[in-house]
């Protein structure tokens, strides 16, 4: 038997909750998924070996959860913010790699009709960002090293908590979202 979880710990333990589908919802603190087990709204999936202790009963404690009724859950789309597009890019220039003076480079520029999308938006370094300047990459000769895309909820999940492996199965990677 594992130790009881304290109140300190259990604020920073982070479960993966599952849709009754078994598609990912959020992750939430450990304080609030196991009451959605007591009250019954929720199952156990995945444990981690610990034990949390109730007047009646000891429970596992969870790692994953699912919900036993369908939670409608309309997409969540995440904001784009320079915030955002550097920890998709992980705080590195997407033309040389550096983490050093990031800024954000248009791709298409705005003087030539580029927008502020996920797409024309990249972390850029100072000096790569001065040498591209107001021109076009063909012009340049400049490759970026991933092409920008757009992320979903799921992909920032993956990048803002470190991964359990229990959660890997239920957490599924698409072409354009690489976990690195």
């Known amino acids: 038997m594992g130790s009881i979880p304290t109140r300190s710990t259990k604020n920073k333990i982070m479960i993966l909750v599952l849709n009754a589908d078994y598609t990912p919802l959020t992750i939430m603190k450990l304080d609030r998924a196991f009451r959605l087990v007591y009250k019954g709204k929720a199952e156990i999936i995945s444990t981690k070996g610990d034990t949390i202790s109730t007047d009646k009963v000891d429970y596992d404690r969870p790692s994953v959860i699912r919900l036993l009724k369908y939670v409608y859950f309309p997409y969540k789309k995440v904001t784009l913010s320079r915030f955002n597009i550097y920890r998709r890019d992980d705080y590195k220039c997407l033309y040389c790699g550096s983490k050093d003076s990031l800024t954000l480079d248009h791709i ?30 063909e ?41 690195r």
């Open 139 to 179: 012009e340049t000769g400049m490759v970026l090293t991933q092409k920008p895309f757009i992320p979903s909820y799921l992909f920032f999940l993956h990048k803002m908590n470190k991964l359990n492996e229990d959660w890997k199965k239920y957490l599924i990677k698409t072409d354009n979202e690489k976990t």
């Open 108 to 137: 298409i520029p705005r003087s030539k009709g580029g927008k502020n999308s996920w797409t024309n938006l990249a972390t850029c370094c100072m000096k790569c960002n001065i040498t591209k300047g107001d021109r076009f990459l």
